[in-house]
């Protein structure tokens, strides 16, 4: 395995004059954009899977639906942060698109709407077939892994006989430290953290993601934790500004729980980047 060590920040974006999907990487130190060699793909905007498997320094792009048609592709490319360069690698066995995607133990698994899921294994370099996910068919809203795990919120499938699952979850959803935190899509933004033996979001003190940045937006977390126990999230909005959050716990020993504080830092993108609108991002080692 290659040995990585520095988290950059990767944003999916797109221009709205090339219609043009473009990928740039937050060096941590200088916090400057890099950009990185055109994404090898012909699929609508939004449509397309995308799993980073940070310890391998790799960004799977998956499926999609052809730009300008219906049609689902089983195409899937790879970045290697190792070559910087793009490639491709074997196709899923069900062409897919809007699917629900991460990494589960080292592996990318992806979940279609009807609950059917496959799974990819980076070592073998093949997908096979993965428990199907009970329920009716939905449209899926937001997705997370964590634990072992792969967390799928519904969303609302005609003819809307029932609401939804994923309760209190209404947010876009990042990974750090292994757990799962929300970004509120209402009100101020603010952090919430999943509470699993309670099965309940928890709202994280500090203030909500600073007003100097707008949507659209797309959250990722870091996957390891930073000095001193802290998780770092990142919100990545329009022009590519980018509010970092450093999470901070302390134990709350009158309750016998753990309290968590967000800070908030703006890191500008620059003037060039104005009309980029961010699809998602991922934190991958390099």
């Known amino acids: 395995m290659v040995s990585l060590s520095l988290p950059f920040l990767f944003a999916f974006a797109f221009d709205p ?20 060699p055109p994404v090898p793909c012909g699929t609508a905007a939004g449509s397309f899977a995308v799993v980073g498997l ?54 990318v698994v992806v979940a279609s709407e009807d609950g059917e899921a496959e799974v ?5 370099g093949r997908w096979s077939p993965a428990a199907p996910r009970g329920g009716a068919a939905v449209a899926r809203y937001d997705a997370a892994a964590a634990g072992g795990k792969l967390y799928v ?14 309760a209190g979850w209404t947010g876009s ?11 509120a899509e209402y009100g101020e933004w603010r952090l919430k953290r999943y509470d699993e033996p309670r099965d309940e979001w928890r709202m994280v003190a500090g203030g909500g993601v600073p007003q100097e940045v707008r949507r659209p937006h797309v959250v990722a977390g870091q996957l390891e934790e930073v000095g001193g126990g802290r998780r770092r999230i990142y919100v990545v ?16 020993h009158g309750a016998g729980t753990e309290e968590e504080r967000v800070e908030w830092e703006v890191v500008k993108g620059p003037e ?3 009309g980029l609108a961010p699809c998602n991002a991922q934190v991958l080692y390099a």
């Not at 990487?25 to 400057?32: G, I, K, M, N, Q």
């Not at 689902?72 to 793009?86: D, L, M, P």
Request: charged fraction near 20%; glycine fraction near 14%.
């Open 17 to 36: 004059v090339s219609r043009r999907l473009q990928c740039q990487a937050l060096d941590p130190f200088s916090r400057r954009w890099l950009l990185l």
């Open 120 to 124: 990819f294994d980076p070592e073998a």
């Open 272 to 274: 060039e980047f104005v």
């Open 237 to 252: 909005c329009a022009g590519l500004d980018v509010a970092v959050g450093t999470v901070v716990s302390a134990a709350n």
């Open 173 to 183: 959803c990042a990974v750090s430290g292994g757990r799962m935190y929300i970004v």
């Open 54 to 107: 940070p310890a391998r320094g790799e960004i799977y792009v998956i499926g999609g639906v052809e730009e300008g048609g219906d049609k689902a592709v089983s195409s899937v490319a790879v970045y290697s942060a190792a070559t910087n360069g793009w490639g491709q690698v074997a196709g899923m066995r069900t062409a897919r698109g809007y699917m629900a995607a991460g990494e589960v133990g080292g592996r």
């Open 153 to 166: 919120t519904e969303g609302w499938a005609w003819p809307f006989e029932r609401a939804p699952r994923g």
